[in-house]
């Protein structure tokens, strides 16, 4: 079955501080993989995808296949770092995302 | 340009009552999904839609839910007989077509007492 897995519910670094928000995925064909990022009082939005290999707000994420993950990672924490950060798989097949359950990224001063 | 809009923002409502969800994409979209959101939770698919059609419906959790774009953009997505285990976020979003980039409205955040 598809699924995604973000096995940290919350996450506090201090600023300037190296930040990883893992992301395991199950899926039996290629897989597409997104991050995605809810600041507070905002909308859902789109961080990066692994096909695009940006760097988005300094962020990276590279598609391991064999240990089935796709880490988030910066190197830097920033305070306006903080918010909610979901893993989010493109289920092909179905035309679907299907999104993890999300870790809250913390920034402390 | 705008983006997507959702309303209301906020529904309170007695269960056993009828309830309908609007969304408006963003223009010229043809690609709308709907999703729920539960507390502590990631976005979870409910429905697709292409055009006017409904692509892909099998996150509907039962036949209490049910969604329509009658004329390929705005969408209404509509629960019977609530339940309280129906008080979610429902998120809305579009994109110009299936894979692409999907834009998020801000959510109806609805509450059955």
């Known amino acids: 079955a598809q699924r995604v897995t973000q096995p940290e519910k919350l996450l506090s670094v201090f600023k300037g501080a190296p930040v990883e928000l893992k992301c395991n995925y199950s899926y039996s064909g290629s897989p597409e993989l997104f991050w995605y990022v809810q600041y507070s009082r905002q909308r859902l939005q789109l961080l990066l995808r692994?096909?695009s290999r940006e760097s988005i707000k300094g962020f990276t994420a590279d598609l391991n296949k064999g240990e089935t993950s796709f880490h988030l990672k910066k190197p830097f924490a920033q305070e306006e770092d903080s918010a909610m950060y979901y893993c989010?798989?493109?289920?092909?097949?179905?035309?679907?995302?299907?999104f993890g359950s999300g870790t809250r990224l913390s920034i402390r001063p | 340009g705008a983006g997507v809009s959702q309303t209301p923002s906020n529904k309170v409502t007695e269960k056993g009552k009828y309830v309908e969800l609007r969304c408006d994409p963003i223009?010229?979209?043809?690609?709308l999904y709907w999703y729920r959101q539960s507390l502590g939770q990631g976005p979870e698919f409910l429905i697709y839609?292409?055009?006017?059609?409904?692509?892909?419906d099998s996150g509907l959790p039962n036949d209490r839910f049910f969604a329509v774009r009658p004329e390929g953009s705005v969408s209404t997505l509509k629960i019977q007989r609530t339940e309280r285990g129906d008080s979610a976020m429902y998120l809305c979003a579009s994109s110009s077509s299936a894979g692409a980039e999907q834009y998020f409205g801000p959510g109806t955040r609805l509450t059955v007492t």
């Open positions: 223009s010229g979209h043809t690609a």
């Open positions: 989010a798989l493109w289920y092909s097949s179905a035309s679907k995302i299907i």
């Open positions: 839609f292409q055009g006017t059609g409904a692509a892909d």
């Open positions: 692994h096909i």
